[in-house]
């Protein structure tokens, strides 16, 4: 396959969760950074870069639940400014482990209320799918790993990274 | 003459995490430092509560993703203790090799993405330049040494970020011991290239001291998983008796509680056990790190970049030495019996000290817990260092002000998922 000179533009972008796909990210760069420092243009991604854009984004992986109104409407901007969004790992894809709050029995639930209500967290956790139309989802906790080859590969191939 | 105005930095970056920091200037001096964690609870002390003690460790693992085999140990070291299980000798060694996998894939993950950077005046490693032969060297380093920690933890745990195998009484599955000779190889290969960085960390470009108390728990091997908790203040305890030192401290503007140690702020981390326990790192390490080593005790922040370097090379020595002569034989999981109890579990994780307390029922359930992690122990430390950085850099520039407090809270390497993610700061600004 040949190479273009194109990048594919990323976003990657963490909301409530442990980070723990950010991290097998970091650690795919030990075998594939000599495969994708030519292929991908990191557009924003807050754990290796102090200079991060929101625009003109081809894919935003979106870890981590939606546990805010704030949340919602940031996570409602990438998706404006990402032509596909990639859910990555249990958090972003069904809201659960860091949305266990939704299942709390009314009595815990009654005694975190009042944290729930000083730190403005919504009612319920959400998913990003509950909030956004995604294109793809990469499930695990943390993200499995070829699910996620997979998706980007299919994402070099539909943006014309590689011919 | 120079003011400071209203200043807003959104997300500082190369952090695990999410946080704000307000600063209040009234002319030279700063009012209020606030160092808000605002990465949202996810409420983790109200959901042990019920859960099984065999389902407990997969659960907690769940609350960071950078350093999960750390409160999963814990979590495991505090129910043991509850129930009065003697691991295996062999179980014994094979956490040791997990948490040094750990130590070792967490500290350069930090050092190289994170601390870097800065020191070689990039924005970012992404921007290290292929075509000089320094900053290719060092990418390369960061993939090999970040790798060796990963295949470490990976071998004995069945992944490096939520392992699979190891439990309570034991591991559900043994390392392949036919894997032994890639993992020593990939570990010596790392241990050759950490020394291109230990010696930019040990450069003293950046400097930063304020005295203040250091907590960490020490052991003859500088082992990470127990030992005597020991502190500036003098006094040296069991892991049972740190709960009665630590004083919580209630930030109504973050989403994490802040702790002093006998009344006082202080700082645990790499610092703070290469402060209080450097006679004990590896026999190795010591003799190949003799003027790294000189420098500790330190009350400059900065050198917990070189300490968390030299606690690599320490774990890749003393994992060479365990390896040489491990063997793996059959053995199953110490079987639970289940009883009334109470279990306290101390572990310093790659940040510094995490407290486990968890109180168990008849039936093996967790009636309630306590979890102190690091970066809450470090909260109010934080803000005390940053109040004088600006007033010792009153008349710097905003810009440089404000990529001065992100490279100091750096150096700290806080694990804001843990706490409770980073960087907006809000300036206010009173000439009067």
Redesign the interface.
Known sequence: MALNSKKLKIGWF?F?????????F??M???Y?DEW?DKIE?RH????????VLDDIDVAFIEGAI??QK?EDEVKKIRQAAKKVVTIGSCATTGL??G??NN?DPD?QK??QH?IDK?S?SAQVKSIPEVILVDERVPG??MDEEKFLEVLNKYFKEFKILD | MHHLSNITLK?I??????ANLRVKIKGKKVKKVEFQIS?????YT??I?GKNINALPQ?VS?????C?IAHLLCAIEAIETALSINSSEQTKLLRQLLMYGLII?DHA?HLY?FALPDYLEK?????FD?GSAREHQL?HDA??V??AG?LLSTWIGG????AMFPKVGGFVKLPDIAQKSKIINQLKSAREKIFRAINIFAEDKFNFERKTNYAALTSFDFNFLEGKLISSHGWEIPESEYENHLEHVIIPYS?SSGYKLDKEPYRVGALARLNLNKKSIHSKTQKDCQRYLAKFPSSDIYLNNLAQAIEIIHSIDHSLEILDSLEIKEEQPIIVNPKKSTGIGVIEAPRGLLFYKLEIDDSGHIRDGQIVVPTSQNQINIELDIKKLVEDNIERSQIELEHMI?MLIRAYDPCL?CAS??LKVRWEKSQI
């Open positions: 963490s409530s969760c442990c980070e723990d796909s950010t991290i097998m970091t650690e760069l030990n075998d950074w420092k990191f991604c807050k754990v290796l870069q102090r200079t991060n546990t805010s949340d482990p860091s266990q709050r709390f815990t005694c975190i944290l730190f967290q906790c943390p | 997300n970056s190369k952090v695990e995490g999410k990465e949202y609870k996810r409420f109200w959901a509560k659960l769940r609350i960071c993703g950078t999960s894939r993950l993405f924005d970012s490693i992404l921007e292929e990418l993939f090999t970040k790798k990963n992944r490096a970020v939520h989403m992100e998922s993610h980073f």
